[in-house]
């Protein structure tokens, strides 16, 4: 991977930005067994999006979306978030490697380990 400057904001407020709207949406608070669930789909679409979209490897989103691994709620979710990503976060592709969210008095606290963004997969040869 290729390393590149830190953006112009912190990465962890740029995530913040992405998942926040899926706990209000679901009503779930970040601190329950449902909150660290829907964190980790958030970051899960999260990469498989970089990894298609910059890394050339759509696999991961392929299988992320498969109707057969997900239950047609978790589906709904899953698809705003892809469609989320892509369209108001697009130029932002870190990679996020683990996350933790807490809401303490009322004030919504991330922390996360970001790496840079992926190349994108080099072309095979037949």
């Known amino acids: 991977m290729a ?11 740029t995530f913040l ?15 329950s067994r449902e909150g660290e669930a829907l ?3 958030c970051w899960m679409v999260w990469n498989a ?3 298609a979209d910059i890394g050339g490897q ?14 047609p709620a978790t589906r709904v979710i899953v698809d705003w978030l892809v469609e989320r990503k892509r369209t108001r976060f ?18 919504w606290r991330l922390r996360i380990e970001a790496r840079a963004e992926p190349t994108p997969a080099e072309p095979r040869l037949r």
């Open 3 to 13: 390393l590149r400057k830190k953006p112009p904001k912190k990465f962890s407020a």
């Open 17 to 31: 930005d992405f998942a926040k709207p899926a706990f209000e949406r679901m009503g779930i608070e970040p601190n």
């Open 39 to 41: 964190l980790k789909t």
């Open 49 to 51: 999006v970089v990894f």
């Open 58 to 71: 759509p696999r991961y989103l392929e299988k992320l979306r498969d109707p057969a691994n997900l239950n």
């Open 90 to 107: 697009k130029t932002t592709n870190w990679l996020v490697g683990d996350c933790r969210l807490r809401q303490v008095r009322g004030e």
